[in-house]
């Protein structure tokens, strides 16, 4: 693996449950306090339900799109993308006259318009959609392309928990290699009965609210939530005049090639993805001034991350955002991402929430409470389903220093 | 981008291998199987489907370890393998292999089996297995984990975008010197759904124009096309040169291909219809059916094409100056030998397209600066 160009991030835009745009979603992150409920959206059979983190309603504004858009996951993406737009200055005119890709993470993706063609096929009806249509439905890409007029390629990565953390890597390369000009990069999932229920299949949702890292963990809490950024090539930013909030500086996958639910025991493919990253903007560990951990809940994640944080990051503080926003799976690296260049541009790191008895197994833990860092570099990592490590390294200075 | 094509693996209704795909083409023909019949009192109706058998995966892979696999990763699997084994590609030589799988469906059957047991019997204690490969990336997990391969892996799920953006993808790890190859393919699974909507689909167009009724009238196919990709090589055993694999919008700036080059078109969308294509084009959609990762089987012929130097008879001409045109048996012939476009239109409004170059043309041109991508 060669030293990679960085890749400028000129706006970024994210709601969950912590908030409805990104200023707001790091300042509740800062306060310490946390939303977990029942469901409101969801037919649940188990009881009491498990609890989950939805963004609040009413979250859409359909003022600011030029076409109706009614599905919640596109319009979650759709929200984030606004964001991201206004905060790099640019407007849809600009956009047009821009080779302007679009490279989104999501588990939920199509799966979404399945709802819609089984019912019909389990009842025997004539087709209300087509599997065409149910693409076209579901598909927040596509959407986002439309109601922006966008020229450039689009496309959806289904890797899981680390969609989008894998989004945001290929975007870059499609900035480096001169594919488009800019790419909207990022990840969206909404909640959605078939993970709600899949994840309780497996056994690893919490009845409580999770607890990162704790002795006392018990699993995850499903969240749900969109987080996009504005990568552009560097003749695009020296042309506009803009300065750049932030690089991705390097990214980094690997496979554990282990077991399709259960991370490699050693922390195999996090540990390659993660070296890859920092190998891609050479880079050191030492030169992280801290860990947006996965950070799920779940005994295995936590532990292997855990491990692997000890052998490469012993300094680096390190925290989970999963305690205040929940797992949002195809949206996660993409949420984390931009988190983490919020806490870059803050100096500090929220404490990690519910983290408090610290696990004797474990040979580090998280920060409790919020913490000053020193640096302008830090790294966010993803474990997924199939054993998917992914790694993203960002700085909010070009040269990483 | 520097990318050759060093193995490939298909399997399809046509049968499983890079010698059963080309003794169909040579043939022109591939009889459809009928697997279930449709009876509602609004429709009525045989679904019949190009199906393909993974028997043969046992082969590679001890049927004990099979168990918990469902038919899509099967499919990918056996893609993978035959891949590989046809690159001629141990594991010595493999180095740190990427994998990027293509999907239009996912796993269709577990993800519907999935859905009815949460949704209908509102179970929360469902099958964990089937929750867990109806994850659109379960057919890379299983290939990495069977292969025991440590490089990146990556799903991509655009519909019928998601071959050419496979290949994009698989060429900016190759040039990044993530990895020092890739195996990269689509996979799509028949199912009673899509095989439902398939058929309705086909009823609904029949009245429509010659060129759309020909290619909604496909029967619905499954199977996968895998390859392996490595970087720029004049192996002799190679296949063909990836020169560029891109997608973007229609209304976006034009592709550029070699003035007379052949361009096979993936049908599957009616824009195909109302597109105006200035060079020879064909159609090899009867040999594997109706399948949004199609376009993979059609990068498999011309790979073969151009490495063997024959032609095969198309299903179904799309001249520039006669769109609807359908005329089985219709040989290609008068066409550049040295490249091959694969094209698809896509249902959204974009065009994927994945050129070929032989390998006789690289060496020809070295030196010369390609374009690298679109």
Known sequence: MRRLRPVAITGM???????????????????????????SRLAVASSPPY????????????????????????????????????????DRRMLGAERVGICIGSSVDESIGNRVLRQSVAQAEIPVI??????????????????????????TVVNACAASADAIGLAAAWIRQGICDAVIAGGVDELYQVTYNGFISLMNSDRTPCKPFDADRNGLNLGEGAAMMILETEELVRRRSKSPRAYVLGY?????????????????????AIMEALRAGSLNPEDMAFVNAHGTGTLDNDRIEAHVFHQLFPQAPFFSTKGYIGHTLGAAGA?????????????????????????????????????????????????AFGGNNSALVLGIEENGT | ???????????????????????????????????????????????????????????????????????????ALLGSYLAIEDAGLDENRRGRMGIVVATGYGSTCDTFDFLNTTLDEDDPCSSPIRFANSVHSAAAAHIAAFLGEHGPTLSINQYDMSVPLAFLAACQWLEEDRVDSVLVGGADEFSRAMGFYTQHLQSERKSGPPSEASVTQTPVGEGSAFFVLEKDSEEPSSYAHVDSAGVKAMNGSPYDMPPGALMIVNPGSCRTASFQLNTKCA????????????????????????????????????????RHETTPSRAVQGIDHQHIGCLKFGLAGDIGLVVLTSGQKRKDDRGSSQPVSE
């Open chain 1, 252 to 272: 980094g996958a690997a496979s554990d090639a282990y077991h399709f639910t259960t991370p490699h025991p050693e922390g195999k493919g996090l540990r390659l």
């Open chain 1, 13 to 39: 835009g994210c709601l969950c449950a912590a908030g409805l745009d990104l200023p707001s979603c790091a300042d509740f992150l800062f306060r310490g306090k946390r939303n977990p409920a029942p469901p």
């Open chain 1, 51 to 90: 609890p989950v983190f939805e963004v609040p309603d009413p979250f859409f504004d359909p003022t600011l799109l030029n076409h109706a858009c009614r599905l919640r996951n596109s319009q979650l993406a759709l929200m984030a993308v606004s964001e991201a737009i206004r905060d790099a200055g640019l």
């Open chain 2, 283 to 322: 159609s090899f959609a009867h040999l594997y059916g109706h399948l949004p990762v199609g376009m993979a089987f059609d990068i498999a012929l011309a790979a073969i094409m151009l490495k063997t130097g024959r032609r095969y008879p198309s299903g179904l001409a799309i001249d520039g100056d006669r």
């Open chain 1, 130 to 155: 087509t599997p065409d249509h149910r693409f076209l439905l579901s598909n927040p890409a596509v959407h986002i392309a439309q109601e922006f007029e966008l020229s450039g390629p689009r496309q």
């Open chain 2, 1 to 75: 981008m520097r990318a050759t094509i060093t193995g490939i693996g298909v399997v399809g209704g046509f049968g499983c291998g890079v010698s059963a795909l080309e003794m169909a083409a040579a043939d022109n023909t591939v009889i459809p199987q009928k697997p279930f019949k449709i009876r509602t009192p609004d429709l009525q109706a045989d679904i019949s489907g190009f199906l393909a058998d993974t028997t043969s995966l046992a082969d590679f892979v001890p049927r004990k370890a099979l168990r918990r696999i469902d038919h899509f990763a099967r499919l």
């Open chain 1, 335 to 383: 949420i984390d991402a931009v988190l983490t260049i919020a806490c870059l541009e803050q100096g500090k790191i929220p404490g990690s929430a519910g983290f408090s008895t610290p696990d004797p197994e474990l040979p580090v833990s998280p920060v409790s409470d919020v913490t000053a860092i020193s640096g302008s570099i830090a790294i966010s990592d993803t474990l």
